[in-house]
């Protein structure tokens, strides 16, 4: 048998007991170490505490034992869920072969050091744009399905069903529970979301939790679980039911309702109120259209009043004096363009007969034309024997010019012979 100081070997090992031993002798080296994590169970034995931390950010977990002596020294409203600072010292039971975490003091973070990264990861967020009121997307006037993530049997989900189902009976609901505290509420909420999600009967998502303590909510301001829900195509509602301390998913919800009563009275409309405003618009529509019809009526009237409407025969008995009229007036300018054309004729007529020499043959003159036709104008043209027909009013002659005659100057033929 080996001694505690030589090296084992398969032929030369240690007992347990040694191991457990310098086991023992190592974690007891590591002394104390304060760590912080989420209280995820806590039980109660024999005025021991025994319980589980889980970190806040990767899945890693360990147990911790608070003996009774400590706890009375630990505050009393510590328990499962609260996010909290322990001091604890390594603690290895040789007789068991356990490992154990041996807390000496225990107390929440400071609610400080909770706010101060709460806003930081809030700044993050805005940041890149996932608070921005263009990502806002309207919910459905009437959904057909509504999904529901809540607490089994909560408070939270009996007053959604019941006020929407008492706002519009016929709304059909898609309940998917999950943990709305604890280790497991990050992981389950987002799985609900993500099944709600990619239902394409499922027209708007509500997330609901009837409210609850300031760390207990921030399984709503959890990274992951805020990204999951600006990630969703379905328009969600934020219904976590916490005025004071609003978590980060009420800032990426497309609706942030005030408690889960309000949220299904503003994703499910009333139908009393629906029918209501269904009736004052159809009485609206009905006055506006007999409105309407009063004026056109009112129209026709004065159209059927007017005289052209009344009585077809004034157009007939109009035209007709117009056209007696026109026809009066055009026989008094026919007659009087035929009296001023008579006169014109007439004075033609005058002047026409006062330059005729009929006219003047008419006084007694006779016209004397040569042989050749030409009229005789002077005497000495007409020498004696010149053959002249004479032209009297009343037909004609021939005359000889005599010796004598023909001698006279400026006279005519004093003799002629037939």
């Known amino acids: 048998m080996t001694t505690p100081d030589a090296s084992p070997t398969v032929d030369t090992p240690w007992p347990v007991s040694v191991l457990s031993g310098k086991i023992k002798g190592w974690i007891d080296r590591l002394g104390t170490a304060w760590?912080?994590?989420?209280?995820?169970?806590?039980?109660?034995?024999?005025?021991?505490?025994?319980?589980?931390?889980?970190?806040?950010?990767?899945?890693?977990?360990?147990?911790?034992?608070?003996?009774?002596?400590?706890?009375?020294?630990?505050?009393?409203?510590?328990k499962q869920g609260d996010r909290v600072?322990?001091?604890?010292?390594?603690?290895?039971?040789?007789?068991?072969?356990?490992?154990s975490m041996q807390v000496l003091e225990m107390r929440h973070v400071g609610l400080g050091d909770l706010l101060e990264r709460l806003e930081r990861l809030r700044q993050k967020l805005r940041a890149e744009g996932l608070f921005d009121p263009s990502r806002k997307r309207p919910l459905p006037f009437l959904p057909g399905v509504v999904g529901l993530v809540?607490?089994?049997?909560?408070?939270?989900?009996?007053?959604?069903?019941?006020?929407?189902?008492?706002?519009?009976?016929a709304v059909e609901f898609r309940v998917a529970h999950a943990a709305v505290q604890g280790d497991?509420?990050?992981?389950?909420?987002?799985?609900?979301?993500?099944?709600?999600?990619?239902?394409?009967?499922?027209?708007?998502i509500i997330v609901a939790r009837g409210g609850g303590d300031f760390q207990n909510l921030l399984v709503f301001s959890d990274e992951a679980l805020v990204r999951a829900a600006a990630s969703a195509t379905t328009p969600l509602v934020s219904a976590i039911g916490h005025e004071n301390d609003r978590p980060l998913l009420d800032d990426v919800a497309d609706l942030r309702a005030s408690t889960p009563t309000d949220a299904a009275k503003r994703v499910v409309p009333d139908v009393a109120e629906e029918l209501s405003r269904v009736q004052q618009a159809r009485a609206r529509i009905g006055m506006r259209l007999t409105s309407l019809i009063r004026g056109e009526v009112d129209r026709l009237e004065q159209f059927r009043s007017r005289p052209v409407l009344m009585s077809a025969d004034?157009?007939?008995?109009?035209?007709?004096d117009e056209l007696s009229r026109y026809t009066s007036r055009s026989h008094e300018l026919l007659e009087l363009r035929i009296e001023r054309s008579r006169s014109s004729v007439g004075e033609l007529r005058s002047q026409l007969r006062a330059l005729s020499p009929q006219a003047t043959l008419d006084r007694g003159y006779a016209i004397a034309q040569l042989a050749e036709g030409g009229v005789l104008r002077a005497a000495t043209d007409a020498p004696a024997g010149t053959r002249l027909l004479l032209t009297l009013a009343d037909g004609?002659?021939?005359?000889?010019?005599?010796?004598?005659?023909?001698?006279?100057?400026?006279?005519?033929?004093?003799?002629?012979?037939?």
Request: net charge neutral; aromatic share 6%; glycine share 10%.
């Open 35 to 78: 760590v912080e994590g989420e209280v995820t169970q806590w039980g109660v034995s024999g005025g021991n505490v025994y319980g589980k931390l889980k970190d806040l950010d990767v899945d890693a977990t360990l147990g911790f034992t608070i003996w009774s002596s400590v706890r009375s020294k630990l505050p009393d409203d510590l």
């Open 85 to 99: 600072v322990a001091l604890v010292k390594p603690n290895y039971w040789v007789k068991g072969g356990t490992l």
């Open 150 to 169: 809540t607490g089994r049997d909560s408070d939270a989900e009996k007053d959604v069903l019941r006020n929407a189902q008492l706002r519009w009976p």
């Open 184 to 204: 497991r509420a990050v992981s389950e909420v987002i799985a609900a979301i993500q099944r709600l999600d990619a239902d394409p009967e499922v027209e708007v």
């Open 314 to 320: 004034w157009i007939v008995d109009s035209r007709a």
């Open 396 to 418: 004609s002659l021939g005359a000889t010019v005599d010796a004598g005659a023909a001698g006279a100057s400026g006279a005519g033929p004093k003799k002629a012979r037939r």
